[in-house]
Nanobody, 121 residues
């Protein structure tokens, strides 16, 4: 019913920037909560940014001040601007929708396929 497609990952040098995009498709009436997670090899998936439908944002200390999440409710898109990237930011980044209102009701926990971000010189 709902699919997510991420883009914008790649290889960047330390100190560089990347902008990730996530587009949701399907018959979507509303989205309640969007976020970006990442998972590095051998580590658990962790939240790196979240935004509510009201625009409130939340970041862990590890990315605060460097990453910025934004959403475009009209286009069902969410973005992650990543600045001052560090090698420890290397991971697969996943887009997540917390709850989506669709024709048949609600869908919880929609995930994208992930996009690789590698920070290396």
């Amino acid at each position: 019913q709902v699919q997510l497609v991420e883009s914008g990952g790649g290889l960047v040098q330390p100190g560089g920037s990347l902008r990730l995009s996530c587009a949701a498709s399907g018959t979507i009436f509303s989205i309640n909560g969007m976020g970006w997670y990442r998972q590095a090899p051998g580590k658990e998936r962790e939240l790196v940014a979240a935004i509510t439908s009201g625009g409130s944002t939340n970041y862990p200390d590890s990315v605060k001040g460097r990453f910025t999440i934004s959403g475009d409710n009209a286009k069902n898109k969410v973005y992650l601007q990543m600045n001052s990237l560090k090698p420890e930011d290397t991971a697969v980044y996943y887009c997540n929708l917390v709850r989506v209102r669709v024709t048949s009701g609600y869908v919880d926990g929609v995930w994208g396929q992930g996009t690789q971000v590698t920070v290396s010189s």
